[in-house]
């Protein structure tokens, strides 16, 4: 049986309940490609709409195979999701906001450990969002020819927009638990890049890459507000339901210790990467950077006691998750 790099077991003892074990802190950004479904699983999970407090779970990649293998008694299925409006990423001297984005995982754990499983194609979901001034604010003024040619172009307002949007670049890793649960400690390691997007830098100029990624560990500001709630099958709320939910809102995030690296494939052929390198100070080190994720919200669910379901309890979540999509 196919199981998840969990590195702790603890066979016949996942404690108590499993979600409100798991009460996992809010992570906005960031996740990679899982294995592969079929066409059809992955169809119809792309266009699900969950009833009830299984509604923000309508991307869990509950059919995934280690999702599917979870015992309930090792190894314990769960699906989380977390969501951020709005905030700001700062490159140097230069800050471009966030918008709304919505990360979907699923967790293979044992009550202390807990690996991610990504959702077919990306756990995050982002909205582009346009780069207050565009490419004037971007990159100009400058002393450079090149660039001063440039910035007279982009005075023309089609020219002028630049869109930004946040892509992974990697695998989520090193939950932390209790991280999540306080203030100050990362939570999470988010590889991630940003796309450009202008017709004189092109749609293909990014900051970072899988091979050089924007490295995030976000960590709360302040303590988050916690919430549970319990609920049946169908998403219905009652007392004592089988499955339940852990909430956890109200706190920002902060990183201000990661690094970015060169832009890549700004231009034709790239022959402006090294202006955008110029402009924004590139490679940046780290210290010279913040991430701020206003007002992080994220909520873990699954069944309030995974054991009970032993031996199939992953089999389970699932036929429950399918069975709550209309």
């Given at each position: 049986?196919?199981?998840?790099?969990?590195?702790?077991?603890?066979?016949?003892?996942?404690?108590?309940?499993?979600?409100?074990?798991?009460?996992?802190?809010?992570?906005?950004?960031?996740?990679?490609?899982?294995?592969?479904?079929?066409?059809?699983?992955?169809?119809?999970?792309?266009?699900?709409?969950?009833?009830?407090?299984?509604?923000?779970?309508?991307?869990?990649?509950v059919d995934d195979p280690a999702m599917l293998a979870a015992d309930g008694d090792e190894l314990a299925a769960l699906c989380m999701a977390s969501s951020s409006e709005s905030g700001t990423m700062t490159i140097g001297e230069k800050t471009v906001p966030t918008a709304g984005t919505n990360l979907q995982l699923g967790l293979l754990g044992d009550g202390v450990d807990y690996a991610a499983v990504s959702p077919e194609g990306a756990?995050?979901?982002?909205?582009?969002?346009?780069?207050?001034?565009?490419?004037?604010?971007?990159?100009?003024?400058?002393?450079?020819?090149?660039?001063?040619?440039?910035?007279?172009?982009?005075?023309?307002?089609?020219?002028?927009?630049?869109?930004?949007?946040?892509?992974?670049?990697?695998?989520?890793?090193?939950?932390?638990?209790?991280?999540?649960?306080?203030?100050?400690?990362?939570?999470?390691?988010?590889?991630?890049?940003?796309?450009?997007?202008?017709?004189?830098?092109?749609?293909?100029?990014?900051?970072?890459?899988?091979?050089?990624?924007?490295?995030?560990?976000?960590?709360?500001?302040?303590?988050?507000?916690?919430?549970?709630?319990?609920?049946?099958?169908?998403?219905?709320?009652?007392?004592?339901?089988?499955?339940?939910?852990?909430?956890?809102?109200?706190?920002?995030?902060?990183?201000?210790?990661?690094?970015?690296?060169?832009?890549?494939?700004?231009?034709?052929?790239?022959?402006?990467?090294?202006?955008?390198?110029?402009?924004?100070?590139?490679?940046?080190?780290?210290?010279?950077?913040?991430?701020?994720?206003?007002?992080?919200?994220?909520?873990?669910?699954?069944?309030?006691?995974?054991?009970?379901?032993?031996?199939?309890?992953?089999?389970?979540?699932?036929?429950?998750?399918?069975?709550?999509?209309?």
């Amino acid at each position: 049986m196919r199981r998840s790099p969990v590195t702790k077991r603890r066979s016949g003892r996942l404690l108590g309940s499993g979600v409100a074990a798991v009460a996992l802190a809010a992570t906005a950004i960031g996740a990679a490609p899982a294995a592969a479904d079929t066409d059809d699983t992955r169809d119809a999970r792309a266009a699900a709409s969950l009833a009830g407090h299984w509604a923000p779970f309508d991307r869990c990649p509950v059919d995934d195979p280690a999702m599917l293998a979870a015992d309930g008694d090792e190894l314990a299925a769960l699906c989380m999701a977390s969501s951020s409006e709005s905030g700001t990423m700062t490159i140097g001297e230069k800050t471009v906001p966030t918008a709304g984005t919505n990360l979907q995982l699923g967790l293979l754990g044992d009550g202390v450990d807990y690996a991610a499983v990504s959702p077919e194609g990306a756990g995050i979901q982002a909205e582009p969002v346009a780069v207050p001034g565009g490419l004037l604010n971007l990159m100009c003024p400058s002393e450079i020819p090149v660039l001063t040619s440039l910035c007279e172009k982009a005075a023309d307002s089609t020219l002028n927009r630049v869109v930004a949007t946040v892509e992974p670049a990697g695998t989520p890793t090193d939950f932390d638990l209790n991280a999540g649960l306080g203030v100050g400690q990362p939570i999470v390691t988010l590889p991630v890049k940003i796309r450009l997007d202008n017709p004189l830098l092109g749609g293909r100029c990014y900051i970072g890459s899988e091979a050089d990624p924007i490295v995030l560990r976000p960590a709360h500001t302040s303590q988050p507000t916690l919430g549970l709630v319990r609920y049946g099958p169908d998403g219905t709320e009652v007392a004592g339901g089988e499955l339940s939910n852990i909430g956890l809102s109200g706190a920002d995030q902060v990183d201000d210790s990661f690094a970015v690296p060169e832009a890549d494939g700004c231009g034709f052929l790239g022959t402006l990467d090294w202006a955008v390198n110029a402009q924004l100070g590139l490679p940046s080190p780290e210290g010279a950077n913040s991430l701020v994720l206003d007002a992080a919200s994220t909520t873990t669910g699954g069944f309030y006691t995974p054991a009970q379901y032993t031996p199939d309890q992953g089999q389970r979540l699932a036929d429950y998750w399918h069975a709550a999509a209309r």
